[in-house]
């Protein structure tokens, strides 16, 4: 927790202020905020100062950035894609602990000052992965926050042992309980729901399911999400992340379920994907579901593209979703950063006094701009410390 006197910054691209940091918390924001002896000051040469942005859903323990060009030259199948992705890592020359302190470092220099991070849990990798992370993060632990998700990629009916191994990575560092496609992977909707409730439920974690399953069974799965969520009175605790299946043309069903989803205090998370349909976010929002854009896969042997940069997911948001308007725009870019707050229930997030004391400063003309043109990071602060500056992790 440190002090720190940013000056000469527009706060949400408005009027020029400074912004001083005590003991990691905005204590105030105003122009000519006087110096005093042994105050850090940085200027901010009249950028716009934002709150940070929130990855909600990364993978740290699948980056292969920073080793030579994994090129995905063949198109498999889900299961192929897993085995795939099992074989490579055997062979990698970087354990996790490389390759998530890798991608922590470049999420904090693109500006993220929180992130939830699924690790991958399975017979054959027991709790390394996770183990891995939280290693990872002891280098970082000053710049980001870091929530982990025991995620069965591999499956977890089919691997008997999967679900006692994610509910003691509970104990180990995680807090929250995740699944995969309850039906494509593990072919036991029912099973595959009753046993992360029932985890979660019994342990007080949270949930955040992968629900890429698309049309009529992604709506149906999306249902049992719903009823579980209600019966063990979880509402507020479920994440659905992807959700194709809201973004379904058959908008009667769409419709009905959005209404489960409000109801159940269900949120959502899209990464924008390129080729599936994705759910309505602007509509989510406007029905009050809390919802959110995120990378997820990224530079790994699922997915070449991605580099960690939230402002570049908020653009891609605005981009798929044809939103020209400067309010869409502005929208587009509350859900890689104020929403994502919201949706992973972070405390202090925001410019207001009393906040935690974590922001960005971007040189720009106003947030619709800078959606549309991703300046650099000019700076990246972290409950008042400097941990990025010019688009650099700063050691
Ligand atoms: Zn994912």
């Not at 940070?52 to 994994?70: A, M, Q, R, S, T």
């Not at 019994?202 to 890429?212: C, E």
């Not at 994705?278 to 959110?292: D, I, Y």
């Not at 981009?319 to 992973?344: H, N, P, Q």
Request: one cysteine or more; hydrophobic letters at 40%.
């Amino acid at each position: 927790m440190s002090d720190l006197l940013v000056t000469n910054v527009r706060p949400d691209a408005k009027t020029t202020s400074d912004i001083l940091i005590r003991n990691g918390r905005i204590a105030a924001v105003a122009p000519n905020l006087p110096r005093k002896p042994g105050l850090p000051v940085h200027d901010g040469g009249g950028a716009i100062a934002i709150a940070p942005f929130v990855e909600p859903h990364v993978h740290l323990d699948k980056i292969l950035w920073g080793l030579p060009w994994h090129g995905i030259s063949v198109p498999r199948t889900l299961r192929e894609m897993i085995d795939n992705e099992v074989e490579i890592r055997r062979t990698l020359p970087w354990g996790v602990l490389e390759r998530a302190g890798n991608l922590m470092r470049q999420c904090i220099a693109m500006g993220s000052t929180h992130i939830r991070s699924h690790v991958d849990i399975s017979t054959a990798y027991k709790l390394d992965n996770l183990h891995g992370v939280l290693k990872a993060w002891e280098k970082t632990k000053h710049a980001v926050g870091l929530e982990l998700v025991a995620f069965p990629q591999t499956g977890m009916m089919i691997d008997p042992g999967t679900a006692d191994l994610m509910e003691a990575a509970l104990g180990e560092g995680a807090s929250v309980i995740g699944g995969i496609d309850p039906g494509g992977i593990d072919g036991d909707p029912k099973g595959h729901l009753d046993t992360i409730f029932d985890i979660a439920s019994r342990k007080g974690a949270k949930i955040d399911i992968h629900l890429h399953e698309a049309g009529d069974l992604g709506l149906f799965e999306m249902g049992l999400i719903v009823e579980r969520t209600r019966a063990l009175g979880m509402q507020g605790r479920v994440v659905v992340s992807h959700a194709f299946c809201l973004g379904d043309p058959q908008r009667d069903k769409v419709e009905r379920m959005i209404d489960g989803v409000v109801e159940a205090r269900i949120g959502i998370i899209s990464s924008v994907p390129g080729a599936n349909v994705f759910p309505p976010m602007f509509e989510l929002a406007r029905r009050g579901v809390k919802c959110a854009v995120a990378s997820d896969s990224l530079r790994d042997t699922w997915n070449p593209h991605g580099n960690g940069d939230m402002l570049e997911r908020c653009w891609l948001l605005a981009y798929r979703t044809g939103s020209r308007t400067d309010d869409r725009l502005i929208e587009c870019l509350g859900m890689g950063t104020s929403r994502g707050a919201e949706l992973l229930d972070l405390q202090g997030h925001g410019l207001e006094i009393g906040c935690e004391g974590s922001l960005v400063l971007i040189a720009g003309e106003n947030l619709a701009q800078i959606v549309v043109d991703r300046p650099q990071r000019a700076l990246v602060v972290k409950n008042g410390r400097i941990v990025a500056r010019n688009g650099q992790w700063v050691d």
